[in-house]
């Protein structure tokens, strides 16, 4: 243990570069030298990634490593927290989503993020999936956004268990069910890109793999970046894989290669096991 | 024992177990000091309730004497024109007067009469006039009516007065008690249900005032409070919460918010006395200017109960709202704001129960004066149920004891309903998720 220690805390600033290719053909997402600062102390370090179209990007690591943060860089969930900063530039579609002049409303719309716990507002199951196409003002009649928040109950998989209470609160419905319910929520208001913080790491392993096969169907039309501390969950959901480690991205890759053959030592420290 | 740091596996147990007892213990003794603490509160409590009570009770029961009243024409209506301003200018004691002299023909001595005349109360007069001015048939006509006795005669049947002591030390003398002996054989002394107590304003004669023109004051003056200091407090809250910068001039009024909570409510007062009344010409003593003063005293607790409200609102929440694109307003009202409102109208109540109890600022106001009218508006001199007690307790008179305990017994009445909707507010809210 002592040793393994020692032996990170000598890697130098050399060996922290990115190794892998970190771009694709035409991305939906492109970030380049992304830092991000809490106050003084920075908590992301100069990553530069590029996410595609209809794929999914799984990034691992150990806690603390900044995977979630940089993911909220990108739909500015950062911009709520107190004293964080972000330089560098990150284009959704080749738009800077930091511009001042960027309305953060319409980006999130976009961009829509699941988190962690699932909170379903404190309203009935339907009033929770209503309430994006109602703010942004998607559908203009009732019978309308009745399709919306159909459409988006199926495409979630959760229409057949809550049809018939869609008059219930959100919150009565069992963890799993409550972070598909988070899903359509995001879904309803029509996004391209889907972040998601660990979106099973609350769930019991039976509502994770119905949450993982709604990922995979879901990948046909949106580009999603999942956070996971469950390796296995990250080699069988993602093509890509993003191994942060300290605020730095060690190795960006196919997850096939990343899991049967990393190129960095960390990447393979952790993938191993000896250390996370 | 020499070896402290041996933490081998069996070697712990027997320390362990040696500390349990006294662990225990002290787990007991703590317990056992709570509970004490809560027997001394509770008897307190009972022993403040059994005093204001044992006090107050009787003042709900107001003695009354009966007289055969002859609505003579020639004294109330001598032309037989029922002109409503002649009617009310007339002679009605006169009438109380014969029918007492019709009781007890042997009194003749001028002394002696108008202590007779002292058995009933000066309002009874009043009461007539008012039977008459909405009934002018009633003139020519004799009837049998209640009517309320003297203060010292009510104090005498309830049992305030020692029959006992010397003649001189007593209030009333031996012959007005025979007097009194001898309506109570005739049947004609009850006690009845003080509704006056209750419809009344203020009066020099105990068996005169009542509560009403109180807490008409109150109510007025907490309406004003509470339609200036929800709304004000509740947006000041959600903005400093929700919205402002965190920065060295929010966190300078954060502290002031602090700092004015704990300000003496006299201090107020003065504020209000100069600033409303001095400055800004406002008239003295009306319930105008007592709900701008309890407003500005009550800010600060409504601002600091809505701010630990909406802090109390869990972050995931807004996350979610804000992660599918509502703008912060949204967040804020369509959210955040139903699920701290429970605690926000929790906070607003306490806040005007607090006003409710508030003497001190009112005094400052000009709302300590004796005012007999009952308030019909804001802009009514009027004076508050807090005031109220204060000044009966100041009255000498043996009757004000009572109605002061009773009073004190409405107004805790009025707090503990304000509580109960609390209450009752809070967990109606909280049903809905």
Known sequence: ?276 | MNNRTDIRPGSTMERVNANLARRYAKERRFRRMGMGAIIISLLFLTLLFSSIISNGYSAFWQTSIQLEIHFKAETLDPDGSRDPGLLSAADYSSLVKGALRGIFPEVKKRKERRKLYALVSSGAAFRLRKMVMSNPDLIGSTARIWLPADDDVDMLVKGYIDRDKPEAERRMKDFQIAWLERLQREGRIEKRFNTTFFTAGDSREPELAGIYGAVMGSVFTLLITLALSFPIGVAAAIYLEEFAPVNRFTDFIEVNINNLAAVPSIVFGLLGLAVFINFFGLPRSVPLVGGLVLTLMTLPTIIITSRAALKSVPPSIREAALGIGASRMQTVFHHVLPQALPGMLTGAIIGMAQALGETAPLLMIGMVAFIVDIPAGMMDPATALPVQIYLWADSPERAFVERTSAAIMVLLTFLMAMNAVAVILRKRFEKRW
């Open chain 1, 1 to 276: 243990m002592q040793t393994l220690i020692k032996q990170q805390s000598t890697i130098g600033a050399a060996d922290r570069r990115t190794v892998g290719r970190v771009t694709v053909e035409n991305p939906r997402i492109r970030c380049r030298n992304v830092h991000v600062y809490y106050g003084e102390k920075r908590a992301i370090n100069g990553v530069t990634l590029d996410i595609g179209r209809n794929e999914v990007i799984a990034m691992i690591g150990p806690s603390g490593c900044g995977k979630s943060t940089f993911l909220r860089c990108l739909n500015r969930m950062n911009d709520a927290i107190d004293g964080c900063r972000v330089t560098g530039d990150i284009l959704l579609d080749g738009q800077d989503i930091y511009d001042k002049r960027l309305d953060v409303v319409p980006l999130r719309a976009q961009v829509g993020i699941v988190f962690q716990k699932p909170n379903p507002f404190p309203k009935s199951i339907y009033e929770n999936v209503a309430y994006g196409p109602r703010i942004h003002g998607l559908t203009s009649t009732r019978s309308e956004l009745d399709e919306v928040v159909e459409l988006s109950l199926q495409k979630a998989g959760l229409w057949d268990e809550v049809k018939d209470r869609l008059n219930q609160p959100g919150t009565g419905l069992s963890g799993g069910q409550q972070q598909r319910l988070c899903i359509a929520r995001t879904i309803a208001v029509g996004p391209e890109v889907i972040l998601m913080d660990e979106p099973c790491s609350a769930l019991d392993p039976i509502a994770t793999a119905r949450v993982e096969a709604l990922i995979d169907e879901l990948r046909e039309h949106y580009s999603i970046v999942i956070v996971t501390h469950s390796m296995q969950q990250a080699a069988r959901l993602s093509q890509r894989t993003a191994y942060f480690h300290l605020g730095d991205l060690i190795e960006v890759g196919m997850t096939n290669q990343i899991f049967t053959n990393p190129r960095h030592r960390l990447t393979e420290d952790y993938i191993t096991g000896r250390f996370g």
